[in-house]
């Protein structure tokens, strides 16, 4: 049986499909493929989180009128390096860079599919800041300001846990990672679990369908 998650899916490529979805308040053409999570819509969990952040920063890319950066802004700098982990066909990764087009933003999966589906979305929209990659083609060096993930809860609670300690431990000193977990598949115990034992502050954002937004500091932060 593959999975989505899998760095060689087994379902065909061939099957393209193409449909509108809103990203960053404003409509996008993509298209997806099976193979990749949630192929034929945009996952609601991803839906809950987008619109979470959309609440927190407005519909409109570019620096908004009033915004005042700090330390619980939306903001970050502009020549930041931002992350959707385990992009799927892109819809996190395509959101940030239309919100933050100064950024770098990091499109990283397993999943080949993935990543070549996410090009192919950046390309159709224009989006020339997106860099898609697989995890060990992101260099060591390289530090997050933000990070936006609806996280493969389905590897396992082992593998899980040791994929956010890596990529949660390359925040910079000011960043964060908004993650959505739905509560039926351990949010609310992974919360805990990044508070207790990871060390990173974590708080719930948002609440919605069934999903939790939960936002997660540098360890220490």
Not at 95 to 102: E, G, Q, Y
Not at 154 to 166: M, T
Not at 189 to 202: I, Q
Request: with cysteine; charged share 20%.
């Amino acid at each position: 049986m593959s999975h989505y998650f899998e760095p060689v899916p087994a379902a065909s490529s061939q099957d393209l499909r193409e449909f509108t979805v809103e990203l960053a308040g404003c409509p996008a053409r993509v298209v997806t493929a099976p193979g990749v999570f949630s192929a034929n819509r945009l996952d609601l969990g991803t839906a809950v989180l987008l619109r979470t952040e959309q609440r927190l920063w407005g519909a409109q890319p570019g620096p908004q009128p009033g915004a005042q950066p700090g330390a619980d802004s939306p903001t970050p700098d502009p020549a930041s390096n931002l992350l959707d982990l385990g992009c799927g066909w892109g819809p996190l990764a395509l959101a940030l860079a239309r919100l933050h087009p100064a950024a770098t933003v990091w499109a990283v999966d397993v999943n080949p599919r993935a990543l070549d589906l996410t090009s192919q979305n950046a390309s159709r929209l224009g989006l020339g800041n997106i860099r898609v990659a697989r995890p060990e083609e992101v260099g060591p060096v390289v530090r997050f300001a933000r990070i936006w993930s609806n996280p493969p809860i389905r590897v396992g609670k082992a593998a899980l846990r040791d994929l956010l300690v890596e990529w949660l431990g390359r925040l910079t000193e000011d960043g964060w990672a908004d993650l959505v977990v739905h509560k039926n598949l351990g949010a609310d115990s992974l919360a805990d679990w990044l508070r207790r034992e990871a060390g990173h502050p974590t708080i719930r954002l948002a609440s919605a369908k069934g999903y939790r937004v939960l936002r997660a500091k540098r360890r220490g932060g």
